[in-house]
């Protein structure tokens, strides 16, 4: 009598190109590796590129680039206006980004209580967004010009009518803050309200039992449930007045009256479309792209959710 052995199935062996496709596929579900690969194109190509420019001399599109090592930076931090740059583009957030998002904030409260015509007050809350940029700057040349609305009617209320808003000094760059303020409060209300829907009702009418007004409401139930949503608000109209301010300032001041409403974005374009100066541009892009990440970080950290 013989004895077979057991017989043991061995697993198929699989090809070595399934076997890649079967990774990448963990790997990168669903449409992932395409969106990757658009991304590493198009977003991360650009950023190494602007640190490729910022390290060579390159005096115009047309003329050959000579390696220029740190001099485009030395150039950067030894230039009076870039300070003035910084200093107003520190300026526009510092009043601006606070003030914008305690304004949207008390919009949404308002909007999430449900008064009379809340639906229509939400649809024109989004009209700013509406309005393309040149459109924007000539509504509000019209109203700051001497002879604009503003003046006409602090004149009508017996004060001076004659002030030229984006051409003096010490209101130029507080007008390009107004009209960052009027472009993305409402705006950042109806994101806000679209959050701040989602708090429990009963929550709400409980506070309401134990006697919450409306300030306590706001502050010690929607803020601090909101304050995640919040943050990521707030980074976007912080990377919004940091990085698009250019177009305001190219439309109205062209960066004066001297410097007072250079920001750094603008200083970036004046430099490599105006001066044709690339390796200095795109030192400054650097910069402004550190005090983004730094902004954002800083931001995260303040608004993180408390609950």
């Known amino acids: 009598m013989t004895i077979q052995a057991p017989r ?3 697993p198929p062996v699989l090809d070595h190109r399934s076997q890649t496709h079967s990774a990448l596929r963990e790997r990168f579900p669903g449409l992932a590796l395409p ?41 950067v931090f030894n230039d009076p206006v870039f300070w003035d740059a910084v200093r107003n583009s520190a300026t526009q957030i510092l009043i601006g980004l606070p003030l914008m998002i305690l304004l949207a904030f008390s919009l949404a409260f308002y909007v999430v209580r449900k ?7 939400r649809f024109t809350l989004f009209i700013p967004a509406l309005i393309s940029a040149p459109a924007t700057a000539l509504m509000f040349y019209s109203l700051l010009n001497p002879d604009g609305l503003v003046n006409g009617v602090l004149g009508a209320l017996g004060f001076d009518d004659g002030r030229a808003w984006l051409a003096d000094p010490a209101t130029a760059l507080p007008s390009l803050i ?7 409060i409402g705006y950042s209300a109806v994101l806000l309200a ?18 919450a007004g409306n300030a306590r409401l706001a502050w010690g139930i929607y803020w601090p449930i909101a304050k995640d949503f919040i943050g990521v608000v707030a980074m976007l109209q912080f990377l919004s007045i940091l990085f ?8 109205l001041t062209k960066g004066g009256p001297g410097t007072e ?11 490599a479309f105006v001066d044709a100066d690339l ?8 910069v402004l792209f550190v005090i983004g990440l730094l902004g954002m970080f800083c931001i995260r950290r303040l608004l993180r959710a408390s609950y």
């Not at 701040?196 to 009418?205: G, H, L, N, R």
């Open 244 to 251: 698009s301010s250019a177009q305001n300032v190219l439309l």
């Open 8 to 10: 043991v199935s061995t």
């Open 194 to 211: 679209s959050r701040m829907d989602s708090v429990d009702e009963e929550i709400v009418q409980a506070a309401q039992v134990d006697g």
């Open 115 to 121: 008064p009379r015509g809340h639906q229509v007050l």
């Open 178 to 184: 107004v009209i960052d303020l009027w472009a993305g």
């Open 261 to 271: 409403t250079t920001t750094l974005s603008y200083l970036i374009y004046q430099k």
């Open 35 to 75: 969106g990757l690969i658009w991304y590493a194109i198009f977003t991360i190509g650009p950023v190494i590129a602007m640190f490729v420019i910022a390290f060579l001399r390159w005096p115009g599109m047309l003329v050959e680039p000579t390696f220029a090592g740190f001099d485009n930076f030395v150039d």
């Open 279 to 286: 390796g200095y541009s795109q030192a400054v892009g650097i």
